[in-house]
């Protein structure tokens, strides 16, 4: 007798097109063996296959969240004077009970991270979000926190129960920050 062994089986794409993407596809195979006619059936195994392109974002993904921004690109004390709002824009695949995962993240000037600028919140979706998007409003004490360095943001999206999706986690969005008063050469916010 041998020892056990996995046995590989692949499937061609063009099957798996034919099959379509779900939740519970059942999977079988049979066993013959050289001069023995009764063939053997493995048990019955469900497996989920997904398309990319089903996924929240498609095959392209999702952007990172949008913020408003100076004409030279930063977010500042004349866009943000009460804080930012992150907004994700409506993507593919969108949908109703889907939670977003929204991770803002603070960096000084030569990158290190500043951990009480780090802020995280979560939305379930509804209509309205899917037709618009949604603003996740990160706090003004936050950016100045930050004063003068760098912010990071992204989220992730699970899927609603009972869909076909996998979670997704968008593109990073990075931005220059600098949440100085005029004449402050530095913040004095820094907890």
Known sequence: MT????????????????????????????????GNPNPTPSPIQTVTVRSREELPGGADGIDGPVFELTPTGYISLVVAPNGTKGLIKPYVNISKNQKLFFTFKGYDLTNNPIDAATFTA????????????????????????????????????????????????????RVPVDMRRTNESACTLRA
Do not use: W
């Not at 706090?139 to 992730?156: D, K, M, V, W």
């Open 3 to 34: 020892a056990q062994q996995d046995m590989i089986i692949p499937v061609v794409n063009s099957i798996m097109k034919a099959q379509g993407t779900g939740a519970e596809i059942p999977v079988r195979y049979t066993v013959v063996r050289d």
């Open 122 to 173: 979560t939305r379930e979706l509804d209509e309205q979000d899917v037709l618009n998007g949604y603003s996740f409003q990160v706090p003004f004490n936050i950016l100045r926190t930050i004063c003068h360095g760098y912010c990071e943001a992204y989220i992730r999206v699970e899927p609603a129960a009972g869909s076909n999706q996998s979670a997704v986690t968008s593109r990073m969005t």
